[in-house]
């Protein structure tokens, strides 16, 4: 049964920046004590009649005690000023849990994510709660960068794919520079080499142009829209 969204609030415990205008916040909650929620949901933070912004909950449900919620502040407006303001000790209030972008644990076809940018969030907390269950079928994830600054918590899903072998992982970036051991493109591409046939189902997140053209080559494989879940960021 799906939690119905109510009225939070919690406490920050620590803001850290962990990528290229990119801040992770964790929230100790404070009311409920305990948040429950399916991972890949979001928050929806107010201001004012009519005016949120939504943030994926970054951690798993296996921590309800306290959430992470990870932001991209670049774009710069009310959302991104609130989380740039965040400091320790501080309440904050939003209403939770939102959202179907959810893993489907009982469909039988291997999983293939897809993420820009920070529309990596969901996706690391499905992909985390996943790895705490022990999953132990094959999933894929392709996550795409403008360069690996980009790219909030690489580092932590190249780690995964060495704890994991059924975890295969294709990060790849427009400007790869030195040091990079990824790819280079972009994930329709990407997305294109690796799927030949339906059979998959997909989890998509990001900008809504890239959804579009990832869908687009899922559509073409034979996937219908059914078999693609997507989050759209902006
Ligand atoms: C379901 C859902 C979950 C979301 N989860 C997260 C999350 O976990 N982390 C997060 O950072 N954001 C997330 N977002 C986006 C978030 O709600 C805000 O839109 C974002 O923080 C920008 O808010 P703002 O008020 O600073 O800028 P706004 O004034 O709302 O946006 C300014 C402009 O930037 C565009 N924009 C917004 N975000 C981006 C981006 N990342 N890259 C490029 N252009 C962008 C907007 O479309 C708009 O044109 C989510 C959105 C949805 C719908």
Known sequence: MPTKPRPCRARVRVVRSIALDVLEA????EEPL????DAGQWV??????????AYSIASTPRSPSSITLCADVAPDGIGSAWFRGLASGQ???FKAPFGGFVFQRADPRPPLFVAEEIGIVPIRAILTDLQETGYGRATTLVYWGRDPRHMPYHAELVSLTRRDPDFVYHPVVDSPGAGWSGGQGRPPEVVSGLVKAAGVIAYVSGGGQMINDVREV????????KSIKWEKFW
């Open 218 to 225: 899922l559509m073409a494989r034979g996937l219908d829209r």
């Open 34 to 37: 305990a948040l429950p929620f």
């Open 91 to 93: 309440t904050v209030e």
């Open 44 to 53: 929806s933070v107010p201001f004012g009649p009519k005016n949120v912004r």
């Open 26 to 29: 964790e929230l100790d909650m």
